[in-house]
T-cell receptor
């Protein structure tokens, strides 16, 4: 069964450093998303991406965050200057189209120290 | 605006007992509704979804859910719990159209004891 692949599974970074979280969505999917889950809290929407541009973003997704799909397969989330409160599990998801469930990756656990 | 409320952050059942996890939603337009399961240190796995049509939806691992528009509910049930069902369960809603963001509930941790 096709999977959404996320790397790395764990990343520890120092406050103020830039991190890039990588995702390989399912190859024929058209819509891409990032969500995050702070430990013990609910899963929160960050951003959606379609046709090579952001289609929607949440209040969390401020200027420190950016996404891109550089080569038609990878989908990345960049945090320019990490803060302690960015520590969370980050999930990538992709979707083929209407009426089909989203497929989530297994997540990247980001720890900012 | 859409929202999801999951009643009970922790539910504990005996093996073989009925599982009932409650989810109520708020949406100004017909929603799509989902249940996801998260096992420890793993990602989110789709259990089942409601988009249109039959209001009783069957999913994987013997779970099912019924969309009740009048009650704005989408409760998840399983007739007989198994130890392997212990996990966190998330109800989620999106605007119909199928590609809109998911709004998640806070989750319900299900414990199954012998």
């Amino acid at each position: 069964e096709p999977e959404v692949t996320q790397t790395p599974s764990h990343q520890v970074t120092q406050m103020g450093q830039e991190v890039i979280l990588r995702c390989v969505p399912i190859s024929n999917h058209l819509y891409f998303y990032w969500y995050r889950q702070i430990l013990g809290q609910k899963v929160e929407f960050l951003v959606s991406f379609y046709n090579n541009e952001i289609s929607e973003k949440s209040e969390i997704f401020d200027d420190q965050f950016s996404v891109e799909r550089p080569d038609g397969s990878n989908f990345t989330l960049k945090i320019r200057s990490t803060k302690l409160e960015d520590s969370a599990m980050y999930f990538c998801a992709s979707l083929y189209g209407q009426g089909v469930g989203y497929t989530f990756g297994s997540g990247t656990r980001l720890t900012v120290v | 605006a859409q929202s999801v409320t999951q009643l009970g952050s922790h539910v504990s059942v005996s093996e073989g007992a009925l599982v009932l996890l409650r989810c109520n939603y708020s949406s100004s337009v017909p929603p799509y509704l989902f249940w996801y399961v998260q096992y420890p240190n793993q990602g989110l796995q789709l259990l089942l979804k409601y988009t249109t049509g039959a209001t009783l939806v069957k999913g994987i691992n013997g779970f099912e859910a019924e969309f009740k528009k009048s009650e704005t509910s989408f409760h998840l049930t399983k007739p007989s719990a198994h130890m392997s069902d212990a996990a966190e369960y998330f109800c989620a809603v999106s605007l119909s159209g199928g590609y809109n963001k998911l709004i998640f509930g806070a989750g319900t941790r299900l414990a199954v004891h012998p």
